[in-house]
């Protein structure tokens, strides 16, 4: 054990519930009111269209792992990786976040993040990248950046 965790508040009660990263993928109950708690709010099973306004909340203090795509809608690469990402997030929910970012609308988070040419692969633990890809690779490659940020 890591000793991460995320912390998630009940939607019933409001406690916080505090929940290993290790255990993430199981369904998870409030430790006060045994009410279920909704895990899908944080790791959808779908790869979320994130903006330069939402950035800071969805990826830089995100409470887990996550996977941004920078793309451009005219880049052919990006809408080649767009279903794998897509799948990727339903293989991967309740453990990591996936997050695709349009370049053309959103200049500044692409411009701090030095992005010059699309698919940009960005993956953060803690929020801080702890590893990049730089143009259209295989599934497998991308799940295997995947494991070793949870």
Known sequence: MNGESVITPCPQCGAKNRIPNER?????????C????????LFPDWAVDIRDRTFSEEILHFPGPAVLEFHAPRCGYCRMLSPILDQLAAQYAGRVK????????????????????TPALFF??????????????PKGEIERHILAIL
């Open 34 to 41: 045994r009410t279920p708690l909704a895990l899908a709010r």
């Open 98 to 117: 996936i997050a695709k970012m349009n370049v053309d609308e959103n200049p500044i988070t692409a411009s701090q993040y030095g992005i010059r040419s």
């Open 124 to 137: 953060f633990k803690n929020g801080k990248v702890a590893d990049q890809v730089m143009g259209a690779v």
């Open 24 to 32: 993430l993928g199981e369904q998870a109950v409030c430790g006060k």
